[in-house]
């Protein structure tokens, strides 16, 4: 049975795992998940564009909400990324995991050749009509080049019940993250941050409610949330400060730094990105090492971090 969730927290968005000629590795993606729950995250998101969602066929997809589900075992929510350039595709991903126990989806539009703000809305009520589960609303023009304005945002979330959260993804977000807050006046769902937590402490400061993002040492935006929730903002703030290098390294075009870093931390046996998605160069690996060894130096990785 799918685990209730209220998108307030942390909710690491997952690395799909695969082995050195591409294919799935479930058995590291099932260490990930296992990993995120005994750190205490509120929720995963799998299948995202970190999970390299536009490079699998629907089997995959299907292997790995499965091996998710089974993995969280009822202790954390899973979310799955659900979007597709289609409505009907949308619907069909989006069913696919609500039936294999996901508790929630996300979905995103894609880019037409004339842009059209009616047209969002109606993808986004035809797919919460289409299912019983909540939706996370992901705007993040960086992968799709669709741009929501603000009312049109507030709009979707005041006319469609099961959007149930907003992951704020459009710079600047700690602009957006406050109007969308202050404009929801009939109907205030959680905002969640994302871009690797990038401005996630401007974002905090603004009244968002946690994080959605794949950034690889989630105890740190966990601690970051919960110094904020209990008024320790200094706290915080000196959080952000010792991660704020690592979070920009790991922020570079592509995924390759982020697998590299869970490969670190023990919990995929590759860093292998799919193709034509580009590897780790050994130079980027090496100042990789050399930021960690700066941000955590003396530090055992492969174990949950101390903060």
């Known amino acids: ?64 909400i499965m091996a998710a589900v089974a993995a969280a075992d009822g202790r954390i929510p899973i979310v799955v990324g659900t979007s597709h350039k289609g409505t009907q595709a949308t619907i069909y991903l989006s069913l696919m995991a609500e039936s294999l126990g996901a508790a929630a989806v996300m979905v995103t539009p894609s880019k037409e050749a004339v842009p059209d703000e009616e047209r969002i809305f109606e993808y986004f009520r035809k797919v919460a009509e289409g299912i019983t589960i909540p939706i996370v609303l992901q705007d993040h023009p960086g ?42 006046v009939d109907r205030r769902v959680p905002v969640l941050t994302g871009l690797g937590a990038l401005y996630g402490m401007f974002d905090l400061e603004r009244g968002s409610d946690g994080y959605m993002t794949g950034f690889a040492f989630p105890e ?5 949330a919960k110094a904020v929730r209990a008024g320790r903002r200094e706290d915080a703030w000196e959080l952000y400060r010792r991660f704020l290098p690592l979070i920009v390294f790991e922020q570079q075009p592509g995924i390759a730094i982020r697998k590299e870093i869970y490969r670190l931390r023990g919990l995929l046996r590759s860093n292998r990105v799919r193709h034509p998605g580009a590897q780790l160069s050994a130079s980027a690996g090496e100042q990789l090492r050399s930021v960690m060894a700066r941000v955590l130096p003396g530090v055992d990785i492969t174990r949950p971090l101390e903060l």
């Open 220 to 224: 740190a935006l966990i601690a970051m």
């Open 143 to 184: 992968s799709t080049e669709v741009h929501m304005s603000g009312p049109l945002i507030l709009r979707i979330v005041r006319e469609i019940p099961r959007i149930a959260c907003i992951k704020q993804e459009a710079p600047p977000t700690p602009t957006k993250v406050a109007a969308l807050i202050s404009g929801m």
């Open 1 to 64: 049975m799918a685990k209730d969730v209220n998108f307030k927290g942390v909710f690491p968005i997952l690395v799909t795992p695969f082995d050195d000629k591409e294919v799935v590795d479930l058995e590291s993606f099932v260490r990930v998940v296992r990993f995120m729950a005994e750190i205490g995250v509120d929720g995963v998101t799998i299948l995202g564009v970190l999970g390299e969602s536009n490079r699998m066929v629907d089997s995959e997809r299907e292997e790995l």
